[in-house]
Nanobody, 124 residues
Framework: QVQLVESGGGLVQAGGSLSLSCAASGRTFSNYVMGWFRQAPGKEREFVATISWSGGSTNYADSVKGRFTISRDNAKNTVYLHMNSLKPEDTADYYC?????????????????WGQGTQVTVSS
């Protein structure tokens, strides 16, 4: 288990950009695969992006590929999600999550630690 706190959510116009941060507690941050998921009202939580232990590998949902970038700074115990060319359909609560393993098709069940979420609203 690792404690995670997201920040950076807010309101942005379609086509704009927004960056989210997730701060992790502890000194073993580099032991975790980190991911971002999102959940819109009435919908299931869905995978957005993951990044490997040292940041060498990333994986993105097709819906955000080319627009979103996940990164991490292990020295700061922080993972980021940089979102560009935002669309109204990106509106959701965004959650940071940590996993001890890397999988090619991440699901909620692969991640044992979760942040409280931060809301992103994209207006048109």
């Amino acid at each position: 288990q690792v404690q995670l706190v997201e920040s950076g959510g807010g309101l942005v116009q379609a086509g704009g950009s927004l960056s989210l941060s997730c701060a992790a507690s502890g000194r073993t941050f580099s032991n975790y695969v980190m991911g971002w998921f999102r959940q819109a009202p009435g919908k299931e939580r869905e995978f957005v992006a993951t990044i490997s232990w040292s940041g060498g590998s990333t994986n993105y949902a097709d819906s955000v590929k080319g627009r979103f970038t996940i990164s991490r700074d292990n020295a700061k115990n922080t993972v980021y999600l940089h979102m560009n060319s935002l669309k109204p359909e990106d509106t959701a609560d965004y959650y940071c999550a940590a996993s001890g393993i890397w999988v090619g098709n991440p699901t909620v069940s692969h991640f044992g630690s979760w942040g409280q979420g931060t809301q992103v609203t994209v207006s048109s």
